[in-house]
Structures are given as structure tokens and as C-alpha cells.
């Protein structure tokens, strides 16, 4: 265990921040979907309540992936040691998102700066659920930073949490109970039964990665020269005020250490709604707050990292 603490989560945090999401092979997240759509398929045919056939669909396929990784970790590394460690490498490197996040609000950035706000848009389109038709300069610079604050957590710092805690099977299970959220997690005639326990499961998953997280980003505000002090200050003036349990959580961190305000008017399939202001200063979102906002996820992402593994290194191997 302390071999792989000391030498395959680093090297597969490293792949993720050298090559971004593995492409061209089996993605382990696909295979996720894959299972998610199938058992979703089987399971709706039987006579089971909605919330019931949710929450079988949630055994199965996270039960499903765990066993999976581990049972494939467990026979590659009898056939060979470098063959197991192989395949845990690749398990904990497809569960990271970090490089992909910040290319996709690079993309949006360069777009911006580059005065096409029709491509901004488009790029933009690809990282938030909402409408980006409409959106101004500003209301995509927005987009683009909250959804780099908000997927710290779900892309970075709660994969790495689980994995330092359980291995590469921690990470899978993590990586597979978040892919259901975002299948299932929608609150509409179809998924607010059936997506009940996929929703909950991934509130509880998130909750301590969400507020650990505030903490590195405390300090990788501190170390990039940004606002220490406001990003508490913006998490317990409002992060309770978000929809999620969690999600406020890195995002009024992000707003406070910017300096910027996250929330107010959006649309998703053309439903206007109103999200929480969150933050201490009344700045708005630029291309420069969306660099800022990029470098801050890296430094938060390898002080997570980095302090987690002291932590286990020093109290409990």
C-alpha cells in the first residue's frame, strides 16, 4: 500500500496532468455508461417501484465496477506484479479530469480573448448543462469559472480523495457513483424517483472531498497571490445557499479567492432560474479570472494531492 501511496498515484496523477483523458482506448467510465445503460434498460421492465429500481440499478452498477477493478487488478497482478500495477495506474489516471478541465476553460478563454464569443459559446457549451445561445462576454466567462470551481471536486480533489484512501478501487467506485449522478441525477418526471438513491449516493460521496477541498484552496489562493481570507469568508456567507449540499462549497471558495460573484440569472431548456449569489466581492468574470481560476484548480489539485499523502505517510503507515 505504501508503495503505491509513494509511487502509482503520483504517476497517474502526472499522466493526467501530461496527456489529459486517455483516448483511443477502453475508458472505464464508458464501460460505467455502458453498464448504467443497460441495467436502466433491464431494470425498468420489472415490476419494481421507481425509487426501488433506483436503488437496485445503484448496486449493481457501483457494486458492479468495484468488483470489476478489483477482480481485474487481483488476476492481472497474479499473472504478473508490472501487469497489476500496470492496470492500477490506468484505473487511477482515467479517473482524473484535471487537464481536460483546464483545456476545455482554456479553449473558452483564448476564444474570448480572441473576440469570437460565437466560438466562446460553443466551447462553453461543452462544460455547462445550461443555455449558452444568449450568453454575453461576461455570462461566459462566467459559466466557464463556476464550472472549473464546481468539477475541482468532482474531477479532481474526490477522485484523489478516494484513492488515497482505497486504491484504485476507490477511485472506480468514486468515478462510477458520480458517472450515475449525471445520468440518473436529474430532478424530472423520469429520473426523480429512479434518480433518488444515484443523487443521494453522490451527496454523501462528496461530502467530505467538498470541504476538505475548501482548505487547499484556502492555501493555493494564499500561495497565487489571491484572497486568502474571502474565500472563507465567501463560504460562510454561502455556500448553504446553493441547491447542492456540496457543490456551494469549492464555488464560494473559488468566488472568494477571484475576488468575483458566482450565481444569478441562467436558463437551462429555457427555464429561467435564479441561482445564489456567491461570494465577497461584486467583480465580474473575464478572461483573466478564467486563467486565474485554472491556475488556482492546478496548485488546489497538487496541494490535495500532495497533503494527502503526508497524512498517510506520517499517522497511519
Known sequence: MAFMDEFILPLAFTLDLTFGDPRGIIHPVKGIGWLAQRTETWIRS??????????????????GSAFSAWLLITLLSQLHRVAGLALSIYLLYSSFALRDLGDHATAVQAALEAGDSELAREKVSLMVGRDTASLDEGGIALAATES???NTVDGVTAPLFYALLFGPVGAITYKAINTLDSMFGYKNERYLEFGWAAAKLDDIANYLPARLTVLTIAVAAAIGKLKFFDTFKAVFRGARLHASPNSGYPESAFAGALGVTFGGERSYGGVVCQAPLLGVKPGACTPLV????????????VLFLGAGLAIRHFYFF
Open 148 to 150: 472549473v470551481a464546481e
Open 46 to 63: 420489472t415490476n419494481l417501484s421507481l425509487r426501488l429500481a433506483g436503488i437496485f440499478a445503484v448496486i449493481i452498477i457501483v457494486g
Open 290 to 301: 478564467i486563467r486565474q481560476s485554472i491556475a488556482l484548480m492546478w496548485m488546489t489539485a
